[in-house]
């Protein structure tokens, strides 16, 4: 039957929401964690294109009309479909649906975290955990992403900033748009205090940057060591 931690005899339905960049631009992360809820027994609804946008990004642009416009009209979308909590991969989202709408919502790490148990473990290795600045430093979704990697088998080496005092990887708040070259070196200095040769993390913004900008080290997103 599947779990959707909503109580009410199910009357209302668990949605998952991956956000824009991962929609667009990193589908095997959407997979990968599609494949990870099924797995687990999570019950969950997709909306596909009828969803837009959380709006995060233009209010971080300086267009709070248009952010307010898409909070109205995700709502309508959310109350219409008998959406009752959502999970979602992308911290940005996360911090947009707690704070402006009025909805429940939670970071997928939060909802896998429920069943460690059921997580086989795989590895026996050490590794780097980057925190993102929103999950970290703004939501406090700091051991979660931590219980999951050490339940694989992983020893979580910690960078000197981490947690709610995570260093920003330089992909937040359009950095990455506007200003590409500091934000390409702030990911580098991160990376050169790796000490492991893999670093991972549970945000799709700070894992494309550091992607890009890895070199002799393996950037993962959590999705691809929990698959």
Same mark, same amino acid.
């Given at each position: 039957?599947g779990?959707?931690?909503?109580?009410?005899? *199910?009357?209302?339905?668990?949605? /998952? $929401?991956?956000?824009?960049?991962?929609?667009?631009?990193? %589908?095997?992360?959407?997979?990968? $964690?599609?494949?990870?809820?099924?797995?687990?027994?999570? =019950? /969950?609804? =997709?909306?596909? +294109?009828? !969803?837009?946008?959380?709006?995060? %990004?233009?209010?971080?642009?300086?267009?709070? !009309?248009? *952010?307010?416009?898409?909070?109205?009209?995700?709502?309508?979308?959310?109350?219409?479909?008998?959406?009752?909590?959502?999970?979602?991969?992308? &911290?940005?989202?996360?911090?947009?649906?707690?704070?402006?709408?009025?909805?429940?919502?939670?970071?997928?790490?939060?909802?896998?975290?429920?069943?460690? &148990?059921?997580?086989?473990?795989? /590895?026996?290795?050490?590794?780097? $955990? $980057? +925190?993102?600045?929103?999950?970290?430093?703004?939501?406090?979704?700091?051991?979660? &992403?931590r219980?999951?990697?050490?339940?694989?088998?992983?020893?979580?080496?910690?960078?000197?900033?981490?947690r709610?005092?995570?260093q920003?990887?330089?992909?937040?708040?359009?950095?990455?748009?506007?200003? %590409?070259?500091?934000? +390409?070196?702030?990911?580098?200095?991160?990376?050169? +205090?790796?000490?492991?040769?893999?670093?991972?993390?549970?945000?799709?913004?700070?894992?494309?940057?550091?992607?890009?900008?890895?070199?002799?080290?393996?950037?993962?997103?959590?999705s691809?060591?929990?698959?």
């Amino acid at each position: 039957m599947g779990i959707n931690f909503l109580g009410n005899k *199910f009357s209302k339905k668990n949605l /998952f $929401y991956p956000g824009c960049l991962v929609k667009t631009l990193l %589908p095997h992360i959407e997979q990968n $964690y599609e494949e990870i809820l099924t797995n687990l027994g999570v =019950k /969950f609804e =997709k909306l596909k +294109d009828i !969803e837009v946008c959380c709006g995060l %990004p233009a209010l971080h642009a300086g267009y709070p !009309e248009d *952010f307010y416009r898409l909070v109205n009209k995700n709502e309508e979308v959310f109350a219409n479909q008998q959406i009752g909590r959502i999970i979602t991969l992308c &911290p940005e989202c996360l911090y947009a649906f707690k704070t402006e709408y009025s909805i429940k919502a939670e970071h997928i790490t939060q909802t896998i975290s429920r069943f460690l &148990p059921l997580i086989p473990k795989k /590895f026996d290795e050490e590794i780097t $955990y $980057y +925190d993102s600045c929103y999950l970290g430093r703004k939501l406090g979704v700091t051991e979660e &992403p931590r219980q999951i990697l050490r339940a694989l088998g992983f020893e979580v080496v910690e960078l000197d900033k981490n947690r709610e005092n995570v260093q920003c990887c330089g992909a937040g708040g359009n950095l990455k748009l506007n200003s %590409p070259r500091i934000a +390409d070196k702030i990911a580098q200095q991160i990376l050169k +205090d790796v000490k492991t040769q893999k670093i991972i993390t549970a945000c799709p913004h700070c894992y494309r940057h550091l992607k890009d900008n890895a070199q002799g080290i393996e950037v993962l997103e959590l999705s691809e060591v929990l698959v």
